[in-house]
């Protein structure tokens, strides 16, 4: 069944941020801190691990470089922050001043990397959701994490991941054609560097526009079909 993977990771998702709001209260901050910390330096390392699988900096480094000034013409993380602020609003006045930020970080964490692109089209071309089943298992997980700390915003982010990989998965037969080995090698590394900016977010080491970045992951393999050799 295609779009199983995704329907698997947005119910996991849903279910972590439930176990995380209804339980997480009940730990000491301490401890809901250094689970969040915890979470940041897994975040930080994965990225540093799927950032060092490119051939070339090169197109990594122009990706990013090109895709955040794009990225800040377009605006792209205070229009993500003004959704939030808007779907807080309609939930309630109350939902917490961390809604927008769980909402904005959990949606670039489970939106971001190559389980969520290359999941999404194996699941489209149905040769199975296995790598989609893993990313659900970990995002579940991380979602417990981050909805005890950031709130019920972080569970919204499974609308994002339904739209992104839902979108993905019915494209995956153009997407497959398009996509050539090394496009999907250095947009893994693109998408590791934003992975990196996310972990310094959540570590609270520096606070990086890490959605005004995301046009880069266009950009990577635009560019190693125009310059690769």
Known sequence: MRGLGTVVNVAAILAGSAIGLLVGHRFPDRVRETAFQGVGLIVLILGVQQALETRNFAFPLAAVVVG???????AIEGRLEALGERL???????????FVDGFVSATLIFCV?????LGSISDGLGNGAQLLFIKAALDGTVAVVLASTL????????????IVQGALTLAAGGLHALLSGRMIVETTATGGILIVAIG????EIKRLRVGNFLPALVIAPVAVALFAR
């Open 113 to 117: 990397g190559p389980l969520s692109i």
């Open 88 to 98: 807080r609003r309609r939930l309630s006045h109350d939902a917490g001043a961390g």
């Open 151 to 162: 709130g019920i915003g972080v569970a919204l982010s499974a609308a994002s991941v339904l």
């Open 200 to 203: 310094l977010r959540l570590l």
């Open 68 to 74: 955040g000034v794009v990225g800040e013409l377009l």
